[in-house]
C-alpha cells in the first residue's frame, strides 16, 4: 500500500482528518472503503468466535431531556455478557469496534454523543461529555444485557470522552482503554502560544461534512479560512455548527484564561489522577496527545497495574517513512488481550506484563519496562557554531561548549512565505502536508531563512531516549514573533529525516521586546537511535506552515492581526541538549 494511502486512511480511522479517504472515494464511500476500516486497519487478530450479530437500536435520554442514539450489538447465545462502552463523535468508529469486537463475545454500545450523527441537543466539544457520559453509564450499568463487567475504549476524542467521566466510575466499570488521547485539551489547540491549525483548525472545519465531502471541504478550509486576516472573520458556514467552539479557540490563546478553566476543561485536565481502574493507554511517538500522556501516565493512582504502550507512526496510526518490520503490538490485538483479561478473566499474556512498551524509532525493535525511559539517561550537550556560514547549510553542532560564538547570523521572515510542514505531530491531512517522520531533502539548504547546523558523524551510532531542549539566544525586529527548530538525523546516504521539531514565540515565553531574548524549547521526549555514520541536523526558523499560522510579527490576539511585516530575525548563539543511553541497553 502506498504512503499516501495508509496515512490518509488511517487519519479517517482514528477521527479527525479524513481527508485522504474522502478523497479517493469522493464520489461514494462504500463497502471497499468500510472492508479497509475493518480489515486492513485491524491487523492480526485471532479468529472470531462467531460471525453474526445482533444490533438493536435505543435513544438514551439524559439529565436534561436530550436523547442520544445508541447501538446495541450483542454476541450469539445467551448473556449476560462483557460490555464495552463507546462514546463516538464520528459515527464510523463503530465500524472498528463494536463490529468487531461483538464477534469475540462482548456486547458492545456505540454511541453518538450530544449533537453528532443521530443524537439530539447542541455540539460543543467536551462540555456534556462529564454528565452525559455518567448517564449513559447508569442506563448501561442497569441493562440486563451486561455482566457487570464493562469497559470503555476508543481513541482521540473517544478517549476523551472517557476521560470526562474517569474520575467517578461505577463498580461495574474494570478498565478504560484510551488510545491517543489525554485529558488536557488545550493542548490539542495550542503549542507553545501557536494555534494548532492543522489539528484543531482543520478538525472543525471538517467535523460536520459526510465522509463523502470532508477532503472537498478541506480544500476548502485551505483556500478560504487558511489565508484569511484576520481569522475572526473566517466564513462561519465553513464550520457549520462547529463554529461556535472554534471561534472561542482562536481568541483564547492563553492557558490561564478563564476560558481554559472552565469547569469542564479542568475535570478532563485532573481525571486522570483519581482513576481507580487499570488503563491500557495507547500512544504513539508523533501524536500531539504523546507529550501529556506521558507525564500523566506516571501519576495515574493504578499506574503499576496500567500499561502505557507506544507505537510508531502518528495520530492516526503507522506511517512508512521508516522501515517498520517489527510490527510487535497492535492496537487491536492487544486491546482485545487485554479486554479478555479484564472483562473474561482470562490470563493475560507474559508480553504484556510490563507497565510501559515502547518501539525503538531506528532500532526497529520493541522494549519492554517499567517506565520510560527504562533508565536514567546521560546528557549530551551541543552547541551552535559558524553562525556566519549557516545560512549555506554551513553551521554545526560541537561538544566543544567552550568556544565562542561568532557574528550573530541574521535572516528575513516573511509571513507570505512561509516554511512548509514537514513531518512532525501537527498535520493531519496527508494531501496539504506529511506528518510524523518524512524526508526533508535538501529544503534547509535552498531556503536563506533556515538556518542549518550540523554534527560530525556518529561512528557508533547514538541513542536517544528522552528529553530533548534547545535554547537559542535571539532578536527580531518585530515586536513579537515566532521561532521554530526542527532535529532531524542526516543518514550516511545523504537522506535527512526529521526527528522533532517545535514552535515558540517570544510573547508566550514572556520575552515580547526583549533584545536579546533566550528562548526554550522543550521538546517532546522521544526513542530514536541513530544508524552508525549518522549526523544530526538543527534547523532554526520561524514558520511551521500549514501546521500553525505564518506569525504576522504584529502584537496583540493572532487571530484578530490584519496585516503582516517581515522581520529581520538575528541568532546570537544556542545549545542542544539531548538524554541518551547505551544503544545495548
Known amino acids: 500500500m502506498s504512503r499516501g494511502k495508509t496515512i490518509g486512511l488511517s487519519v479517517l480511522a482514528v477521527l479527525f482528518a479524513g481527508g485522504a479517504l474522502a478523497y479517493m472515494y469522493r464520489d461514494s464511500i462504500g463497502s471497499s472503503a468500510i472492508t479497509y476500516l475493518t480489515r486492513d486497519l485491524i491487523g492480526p487478530r485471532p479468529a472470531f468466535q462467531n460471525d453474526s450479530q445482533k444490533v438493536r437500536t435505543e435513544w438514551v435520554e439524559m439529565r436534561d431531556g436530550t436523547r442520544l442514539f445508541t447501538r446495541i450489538y450483542l454476541p450469539e447465545g445467551e448473556g449476560p455478557w462483557p460490555t464495552l462502552l463507546v462514546r463516538d463523535a464520528y459515527q464510523f468508529q463503530r465500524y472498528l469496534t463494536c463490529h468487531y469486537y461483538v464477534r469475540y463475545g462482548f456486547a458492545c454500545v456505540h454511541q453518538d454523543v450530544r449533537g453528532q450523527g443521530e443524537s439530539e441537543g ?24 451486561q455482566n457487570r463487567n464493562v469497559a470503555l475504549i476508543g481513541g482521540s476524542y473517544l478517549g476523551l470522552s472517557q476521560w470526562a467521566v474517569a474520575s467517578d466510575l461505577p463498580d461495574q466499570v474494570k478498565t478504560i482503554v484510551p488510545t491517543t488521547s489525554h485529558g488536557d485539551f488545550y493542548e490539542m489547540v495550542y503549542r507553545n502560544g501557536s494555534f494548532t491549525q492543522g489539528v484543531a483548525g482543520l478538525w472543525s472545519a471538517e467535523i460536520f461534512y459526510p465522509l463523502s465531502e470532508k477532503q472537498d471541504a478541506a480544500d476548502k478550509w485551505m483556500e478560504e479560512v487558511v489565508p484569511l486576516r484576520p481569522a475572526v472573520d473566517a466564513p462561519r458556514d465553513q464550520f457549520k455548527d462547529a463554529w461556535t467552539s472554534y471561534s472561542d479557540y482562536i481568541r483564547h490563546p492563553d492557558k490561564t484564561d478563564a476560558y481554559w478553566q472552565q469547569d469542564y476543561y479542568q475535570n478532563l485536565r485532573t481525571a486522570h489522577r483519581s482513576v481507580d481502574v487499570p488503563v491500557l493507554w495507547i500512544a504513539r511517538w508523533h501524536d500531539f496527545f504523546l507529550e501529556g500522556t506521558l507525564e500523566q501516565f506516571d501519576e495515574l493512582p493504578t499506574r503499576d497495574e496500567s500499561l502505557l504502550l507506544i507505537q ?274
Not at 122 to 145: I, K, V
Not at 502 to 526: H, R, V, W, Y
Request: proline share 6%; aromatic share 8%; net charge negative.
Open 312 to 585: 510508531p507512526g502518528q495520530h492516526a496510526g503507522l506511517t512508512a517513512d521508516l522501515n517498520y518490520e517489527a510490527v510487535g503490538y497492535t492496537e487491536f490485538a492487544t486491546t482485545l488481550a487485554w479486554l479478555n483479561h479484564h472483562l473474561k478473566g482470562q490470563p493475560l499474556p507474559d508480553k504484556l506484563r510490563s507497565n510501559v512498551i515502547y518501539y525503538e524509532n531506528g532500532a526497529d525493535r520493541w522494549q519492554q519496562a517499567s517506565k520510560w525511559p527504562r533508565k536514567a539517561g546521560s546528557s549530551v550537550e551541543l552547541q551552535l557554531a559558524d553562525l556566519d556560514a549557516s545560512a549555506n547549510c554551513g553551521g554545526a553542532l560541537t561538544p566543544d561548549l567552550k568556544i565562542e560564538s561568532l557574528e550573530p547570523t541574521r535572516f528575513a521572515y516573511d509571513p507570505a512565505d512561509p516554511v512548509r510542514t514537514n513531518g512532525g505531530a501537527f498535520m493531519l491531512n496527508p494531501n496539504f502536508a506529511p506528518s510524523a517522520v518524512a524526508e526533508q531533502s535538501d529544503t534547509a539548504c535552498q531556503r536563506k531563512d533556515i538556518l542549518s547546523f550540523r554534527s560530525l558523524p556518529y561512528g557508533d551510532g547514538l541513542h536517544i531516549s528522552g528529553d530533548i531542549s534547545i535554547e537559542l539566544s535571539v532578536s527580531s525586529s518585530a515586536p513579537d514573533t515566532s521561532f521554530t527548530v526542527k532535529l532531524s538525523e542526516v543518514f550516511a546516504d545523504g537522506r535527512v529525516c526529521n526527528i522533532r521539531d517545535d514552535i515558540t514565540t517570544l510573547s508566550s515565553q514572556g520575552q515580547a521586546g526583549a533584545n536579546p531574548a533566550l528562548l526554550k524549547f522543550d521538546l517532546m521526549p522521544i526513542d530514536w537511535t541513530l544508524k552508525p555514520g549518522s549526523r544530526l541536523q538543527l534547523d532554526v526558523s520561524s514558520s511551521n506552515f500549514p501546521a500553525f499560522p505564518a506569525h504576522t510579527n504584529t502584537e496583540g490576539l493572532w487571530s484578530e492581526a490584519t496585516e503582516s511585516k517581515i522581520a529581520e530575525q538575528t541568532l546570537y548563539s544556542g545549545r542542544l541538549k539531548l538524554t541518551i543511553t547505551d544503544k545495548k541497553q
Open 122 to 145: 447542541e455540539w460543543y466539544p467536551l462540555r456534556h461529555e462529564q454528565s452525559d457520559g455518567q448517564d449513559t453509564l447508569a442506563w448501561l450499568t442497569a441493562q440486563e444485557f
